[in-house]
């Protein structure tokens, strides 16, 4: 229900555009998130971002770098990324949980196949 697109290769200091299409239910009162796997590593938390106020929350280390958007009426949710670095590489996911906003992980309900973005030096 969650399909997360706009993944690629860049070089370091560029950008990129995510989005993420939710079909099969509105997601009224869902907060959005983009979460981020590295090979090896753990998911992490990159952005969120609340239904109603807009309200959003950034992982320091992606802060003043991207930022996260929602059109509630096109069902989408888009993560700018700006001045990337070859440790933004990661596949990173799309997820909704009801409710709050929210950086653990295992508090979202759904989860997107995942896109990777791939950032060379």
């Known amino acids: 229900q969650l399909q997360a697109s706009g993944g690629g290769l860049v070089q370091a200091g560029g950008s990129l555009r995510l989005s993420c299409a939710a079909s099969g239910s509105t997601f009224s009162n869902y907060a959005l998130g983009w979460f981020r796997q590295a090979p090896g590593k753990v998911r992490e938390f990159v952005a969120t971002?609340?239904?109603?106020?807009?309200?959003?929350w950034y992982a320091d280390s992606v802060k003043g770098r991207f930022t996260i958007a929602r059109d509630n009426a096109k069902n989408t949710v888009y993560l700018q990324m700006n001045s990337l670095t070859p440790e933004d590489t990661a596949v990173y996911y799309c997820?909704?949980?009801?409710?709050?906003?929210?950086?653990?992980?295992?508090?979202?309900?759904?989860w997107g196949q995942g896109t990777l973005v791939t950032v060379s030096s």
């Open positions: 997820s909704a949980k009801f409710g709050a906003i929210s950086s653990i992980t295992t508090s979202y309900d759904y």
């Open positions: 971002v609340d239904w109603s106020r807009g309200s959003t």
